[in-house]
T-cell receptor, first 115, second 115 residues
Framework: NAGVMQNPRHLVRRRGQEARLRCSPM?????VYWYRQLPEEGLKFMVY????????ESGMPKERFSAEFPKEGPSILRIQQVVRGDSAAYFC?????????????FGPGTRLTVL | LAKTTQPISMDSYEGQEVNITCSHN???????ITWYQQFPSQGPRFIIQ???TKVTNEVASLFIPADRKSSTLSLPRVSLSDTAVYYC????????????????FGKGTHLIIQP
């Protein structure tokens, strides 16, 4: 059973460009969480999605960031007009149900570098 | 959500037992204590979760005193490959969808195992 997959693993963008990060949850999981990790920091929650629905985006910046989890295909985290401060590791995690105590299975992350 | 406090770093040697203590003074009645491990350039990985007394799995043990205001993760006979950051989290036993749905990570404990 394949784990959570993220691509690309590394992404380099220039200021002002768009970044698209993809996450395929574990098979059978319909709950996806996105986190951002700055160097030497813990992970910060950004958004929680179920299939076709954004349930909680309280941790996501109001501007330039958006997320989706379509009926078919991976979840996408989109960052428009990237700035240097967006450089970070972005992780997604999936879980089988909406129970908060469910184990979250994390992907390997996408490391975004903004030049 | 209860705040957690754990040591920033710890050192030990191969073959030793390592205990990492986490304090969570404001833990609520329906909160669980959960530990994750993160290696460099990887996503976090679930280690163990408990509510009270003692929980043991193939990787670690978790000790929780009666007042639940702290917990101790115990790693028996560590090896070099146990060098990682260990996060103590407090997770409510409820369903996502009520806001602040993601896991709350602090800075964790950076455990370094030496030969």
């Amino acid at each position: 059973n394949a784990g959570v997959m993220q691509n690309p693993r590394h992404l380099v963008r220039r200021r002002g460009q768009e970044a698209r990060l993809r996450c395929s949850p574990m098979k059978g999981h319909s709950h996806v969480y996105w986190y951002r990790q700055l160097p030497e920091e813990g992970l910060k929650f950004m958004v929680y999605l179920q299939k076709e629905n954004i349930i909680d985006e309280s941790g996501m910046p109001k501007e330039r960031f958006s997320a989706e989890f379509p009926k078919e295909g991976p979840s996408i985290l989109r960052i428009q007009q990237v700035v240097r401060g967006d450089s970070a590791a972005y992780f997604c995690a999936s879980s089988p149900t909406a129970r908060r105590t469910d184990t979250q299975y994390f992907g390997p992350g996408t490391r975004l570098t903004v030049l | 959500l209860a705040k957690t406090t754990q040591p920033i770093s710890m050192d030990s040697y191969e073959g030793q037992e390592v205990n990492i203590t986490c304090s969570h003074n404001n833990i609520a009645t329906n909160d669980y204590i959960t530990w994750y491990q993160q290696f460099p350039s990887q996503g976090p990985r679930f280690i163990i979760q408990g509510y009270k007394t003692k929980v043991t799995n193939e990787v670690a043990s978790l000790f929780i005193p009666a007042d639940r205001k702290s917990s101790t993760l115990s790693l028996p006979r560590v090896s070099l490959s146990d060098t990682a950051v260990y996060y103590c989290l407090v997770v409510p036993a409820k369903y996502s969808g009520g806001g602040a749905d993601g896991l709350t990570f602090g800075k964790g404990t950076h455990l370094i195992i030496q030969p």
